[in-house]
């Protein structure tokens, strides 16, 4: 049985107590009623089928933490038909809609100027880089860089939030993401930044040049380039937003400046005889055609896709985890979360040494 909702304070919220050494701290419930204002916005999340139980984690965590409040809609995609196995593990996650969508052939296929056996070729040279010897996962980050936000499933859709297979959320969110995104203008916005492996994009900086010479008008004024770059444009130095999370907003990507860039890429080849994966795609594009202003960090999203973490660790943020902020992937020198919070004149990331010691 139900139990009766408690009646809403109108005071503020109280900071949470601590003990002494500051390490004990309450758990506050989400706030029981449902929101008044929605963002138009759904989950997406592209899955096999024999990846099951890993998105029925997923959708759990995510419902647990925040959507039970919200109920934005899932929408779930596959590049084969999904079984009604598949279908019937995920339908009782929420209560919310879910659709569940197959990709268009033409968007997990070869285009007309690739050639499959020069595509081959690069796979067997490449059998020594992470995913570089799979066919599937090229089409899938060519599908997850330029089409899924195209499926006829997401174009009602303003923004999405991207989730995967296996992902853990691990604080309550008592507040909307999406409103927070649709309130700020902020159209791009990551939990976890990191540098990419240079062996699977090769020339993917020097595509990107050839565009920024073609396009210059697509660039946007006050953008991130020394996010991505530590000499001015010349070099790509690797950062990236992981983009397995990822809230953004997909009017922005299915505009001009995103397809060209897209098509520029394409075109080049590289999804195909190179490796080249959709978060250096996305955060290349996010940091060259938006204004650093348009993309945010969400500190306070505890987050986990194998091996890193996002944790925060700020005393009234930790009182809503259950994470280690110790492990907080954003605080190791390897991470770019620094660079992009100071580059966008962010307060930085708060270590658990300063707040617990
Ligand atoms: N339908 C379908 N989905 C796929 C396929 N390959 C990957 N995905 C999905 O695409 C997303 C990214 O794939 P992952 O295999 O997680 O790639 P990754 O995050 O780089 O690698 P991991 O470290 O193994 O998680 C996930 O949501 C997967 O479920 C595929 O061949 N078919
Ligand atoms: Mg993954």
């Known amino acids: 049985m139900n139990a009766a909702p408690p009646k809403e304070s109108k005071k503020k919220a109280a900071t949470p107590k601590r003990d002494q050494k500051n390490t004990i701290l309450i ?11 929605r963002a138009n916005a759904a989950f997406v ?11 029925r984690s997923a959708i759990r965590q995510i419902e647990d933490r925040f959507n039970r409040n919200f109920q934005y809609p899932y ?16 339908r009782p996650m929420s209560k919310a809609d879910i659709t569940f969508g197959l990709v268009p052939r033409e968007h997990w296929s070869y285009p007309e100027w690739i050639s499959p ?3 081959k070729e690069a796979r067997t040279a490449m059998a020594d880089v992470l995913y570089g010897w799979s066919e599937s996962y090229r089409h899938m980050c060519r599908y997850q860089s330029g089409f899924f936000f195209q499926h006829e499933a997401m174009l009602p859709f303003d923004y999405y939030w991207r989730i995967e297979p296996d992902v853990e959320y691990s604080c309550d969110l008592d507040f909307d993401p999406f409103l927070y995104m649709q309130d700020n203008n902020k159209k791009y916005a990551f939990t976890v ?5 240079m062996a699977t994009i090769p020339s993917l900086w020097n595509v990107t040049k050839d565009f ?6 697509l660039l946007a004024e006050n953008n991130a380039l020394d996010f991505i770059s530590d000499d001015g444009g010349k070099t790509y130095n690797t950062c990236h937003f992981w983009s397995n999370f990822e809230i953004a907003d997909a009017r922005w990507m299915r505009g001009e400046a995103y397809q060209q860039y897209f098509e520029h ?11 080249w994966g959709d978060a250096p795609v996305h955060s290349i594009a ?7 202003d348009q993309i945010h960090f969400f500190k306070e999203i505890g987050y986990f896709h194998a091996p890193f973490y996002n944790c925060p660790a700020e005393p009234e943020l930790q009182a809503k985890c259950h994470c280690d902020p110790s492990r907080n992937v954003n605080r190791e020198r390897m991470s770019c979360t620094n660079r992009f919070l100071e580059l966008a004149g962010e307060k930085g990331m708060v270590f658990p040494e300063e707040v617990f010691d």
């Open 286 to 292: 996010a940091a060259l055609l938006l204004p650093i």
């Open 117 to 119: 056996t020069k595509a």
């Open 265 to 275: 890429l394409d075109q080049a080849g590289g999804f195909f005889y190179e490796r």
């Open 193 to 197: 930044s990191l540098p990419e492996y």
């Open 27 to 37: 758990q506050k419930p989400l706030p029981p009623k449902p929101p008044t204002r």
């Open 212 to 217: 920024m010479d073609k396009y210059p008008h």
């Open 45 to 55: 999340m592209l899955v096999r089928n024999s990846d099951g139980q890993g998105a």
């Open 75 to 90: 929408v779930i995609l596959n590049d084969m038909p999904f079984t009604e196995e598949f279908k019937e593990l995920i």
